[in-house]
């Protein structure tokens, strides 16, 4: 049997289709799934989720979310999942700079949730850099 994945984001299916194994970015590290593996749903972190399809292996940039696996399926739920030809390694250091710019106004009484969320653009933006700028 071949593994099923499926990538879903708010906005739509990014993927959807029988893969090899799967390595997601898991909150206690990162995970490798084979087919077969046991049931589990897992929190994600930013970072890279990687699959194989016809010999090569396919690497995305995501953000957080969770991922339910079964014995033959993965199914991602992320905010955010992008190839390494739809980053825009502009956009990505200039949404760091705005969010540091922002993080280094805060008091140690500002809003816990805006925080976060500032932290979850910087996280989100390094891992698309990272995988622009890895070496081929």
């Known amino acids: 049997m071949a593994l099923h994945l499926e990538i879903v984001t708010p906005e739509k299916k990014v993927f959807s289709d029988t893969v090899g194994n799967v390595y997601l970015p ?3 590290g990162e995970l490798g799934i084979l087919d077969g593996h046991a049931a589990l749903v897992t929190a994600l972190q930013p970072g890279e989720l990687r699959y194989e399809k016809s010999g090569q292996t396919i690497t995305l940039a ?3 979310g969770f991922a339910e ?3 033959h399926n993965v199914k991602v739920l992320t905010d955010m999942a992008m190839g390494e030809e739809q980053i825009d390694e502009s956009k ?4 760091i700079r705005r969010a540091e710019e922002q993080l280094a ?3 140690h009484d500002h809003d816990a949730e805006e925080v976060a969320h500032l932290q979850a653009v910087i996280a989100k ?3 698309q850099l990272r995988l622009k700028r890895r070496p081929r």
């Open 92 to 95: 990505a250091e200039e949404a």
């Open 62 to 64: 995501i953000g957080g």
């Open 69 to 71: 696996v079964t014995q």
């Open 125 to 127: 933006s390094m891992v």
């Open 105 to 107: 106004k805060f008091g």
């Open 26 to 28: 898991g909150a206690d």
